[in-house]
């Protein structure tokens, strides 16, 4: 029995015309054979040269570091967050009363933690030296004093000859005495000038009559008679020389009686007298109360060798002793040379405590906190104030202030405790729990640019990309928190960063585990 080959395509139904079968047949199959492998293959070549031509391209070395995750726990209202040592500490700080005046120390009347009140004596300086200022300027203010009544006599006398000057009128009424006696004087010459011609005439005619006589005249007599005559010549003589002098005289007169008119309608030199003694009663006035201020200084430093408590408190320590010297408030020496005491405020307490910089971020200003004591029976109430700037190297901690609420009298400063930090007051459930992870980069690679913060990161392909970022809060350990920006995954360039730009292609030379830094 013969076997015949089953040809299975005679059993297919031919749905097209035969006609179209033929004329597309061919087509198909060269798109479908060549053309679909041809462009795989291009792609293929296209991508595998791309990458070639990457790694061929020159790359810049740079060293990058991961970013630091710290992972926080959001617990209910006053659950217990770390706890921390710490000491107590005067809020805001302590008080030092020093001495205003310079000396030495006499008495001290207080104590190391003693109470006192505000204005209570706490120590004595040696009055003697302040007890002689005292009297010295009580001396130079009375005759300061004294010089201030004579000068306002001097005033009042100034005044009064201003007002009324008598003495004016006095020296106006002689000058015009004399000058009207000149003028009567000059009035009165022609006549005595007639008089005396007159007498000389008659000598004259006496005294020659006599000598005609010759002897019939006694010689004594016509001796008298020539003299009558001489002295009659004379006095007339004298009478008409008297004239011009008279005159000057008069003139002169005149002049002064003028002058003394002017002197007493103006009187300049009483207005001057009285200028000048105003401005010596000013500088009277003024000498008075510098020597006033000088006592009120001098009983100033004198009840400051009272050395007083400026508020209500206690005694922290006792610097001074008995006979040591302090400076007052010399310029020239510093402040610790006048410090007697050092007070603070029993009621106004803080505690400094050292967080470990783990649980910096935990703390949140204002939160409760649980302050142990052995001197106090029970837990102090604190409340969180705020992280300082002191970090500590070498115990990796931020100091951190806490509030003391209502200090009870045992508690003082320098006094050891432990600090409970509990979490504050929160809106969620009191049973909820949320883990919660913060991101942190190390603060010097935080850049600003016109878009804001950003920071350069190496992205998964090889190329330098500046991200920009939104920053949180400081921790004060060199970290800075960004909230928006970064992923845990991303990889940042510490180093290298000179000159990049967006896209150049970077290598990683090493990845830096500690923030960054190079060892």
């Known amino acids: 029995m013969s076997t015949t080959p ?46 070639i031509a990457k790694q061929l391209l020159p790359r810049k070395k740079v060293t990058v570091i991961p970013v630091v995750a710290k992972r926080g726990t959001v617990t209910s209202s006053g659950a217990v967050l770390f706890q921390a040592a710490g000491w107590v500490e005067p809020r805001p700080s302590s008080a030092k009363v020093t001495a205003l005046v310079g000396g030495v120390v006499d008495e001290l009347l ?6 006192v009140k505000k204005g209570e004596a706490v120590a004595k300086l040696l009055v003697r030296d302040a007890e002689l200022q005292v009297e010295q300027a009580e001396a130079a203010k009375e005759m300061a004093n004294g010089e201030l009544q004579r000068a306002e ?31 009567a004087e000059l009035a009165r010459l022609p006549s005595l000038v007639q008089a005396a011609e007159a007498r000389q005439k008659f000598a004259r005619l006496s005294f020659e009559g006599k000598s005609i006589a010759g002897t019939a005249v006694a010689g004594i007599a016509l001796e008298q008679s020539r003299r009558d005559s001489e002295m009659a010549a004379a006095e007339l003589s004298e009478l008409a020389s008297r004239r011009p002098h008279l ?118 200003p204002g939160a409760p906190v649980e302050i142990e004591t052995p001197a106090s029976g029970t837990k102090l109430e604190g409340r969180v104030l705020r992280p ?58 935080v ?10 990161v190496s992205t998964p392909d090889g190329s330098a990309a500046q991200q920009v970022i939104k920053t949180g809060t400081d921790t004060g350990d060199g970290l800075v928190e960004v909230i928006e920006g970064l992923v845990i995954t991303d990889k940042l360039i510490a180093s290298g960063t000179d000159g990049l730009q967006s896209g150049d292609n970077v290598e990683a030379q090493a990845e830096d585990q500690i923030l960054g830094m190079k060892r």
């Open 110 to 115: 207080v104590v190391d933690g003693q109470e």
């Open 153 to 183: 006599a001097e005033k009042k006398a100034a005044t009064s000859r201003l007002n009324d000057p008598t003495h004016r009128r006095a020296e106006l009424a002689e000058a015009e005495s004399l000058l009207a006696r000149a003028n």
């Open 388 to 445: 300082t700037s002191s970090a500590n190297v070498q115990k990796n901690t931020l100091e951190v202030k806490v509030e003391l609420l209502n200090p009870p009298s045992v508690v003082t400063p320098e006094m050891l405790v432990k600090a409970t930090f509990l979490a504050p007051t929160t809106t969620q459930q009191p049973d909820a729990l949320t883990e919660t992870q913060h991101l942190f980069v190390p603060k010097p690679l």
């Open 247 to 364: 005159e000057k005289e008069v003139a002169a007169l005149q002049s002064r009686v003028n002058a003394l008119k002017d002197q007493l309608d103006q009187l300049v030199d009483e207005h001057r007298t009285l200028d000048d003694v105003n401005a010596r009663l000013v500088s009277a006035e003024a000498a008075c109360h510098q020597a006033l201020v000088q006592l009120e200084k001098s009983k100033l430093q004198l009840e400051r060798t009272t050395i007083r408590a400026p508020f209500t408190g206690k005694v922290l320590r006792v610097l001074a002793s008995p006979g040591s010297r302090v400076a007052g408030l010399d310029d020239s020496t510093g402040l610790d040379s006048s410090i007697v005491i050092e007070m603070y405020d029993p009621n106004r307490l803080q505690i400094r405590a050292d967080v470990r910089l783990e649980d910096v971020a935990m703390v949140v």
């Open 6 to 51: 089953l040809n299975l395509r005679q059993l297919a139904l031919d749905k097209l015309p035969r006609s179209h079968n033929a004329a597309t047949g061919r087509p198909r199959r060269v798109f479908s054979r060549y053309v679909i492998p041809l462009g795989i293959l291009l792609g293929f070549l296209t991508l595998f040269g791309t990458s």
């Open 447 to 456: 850049q600003s640019g016109p878009q804001g913060p950003f920071i350069w």
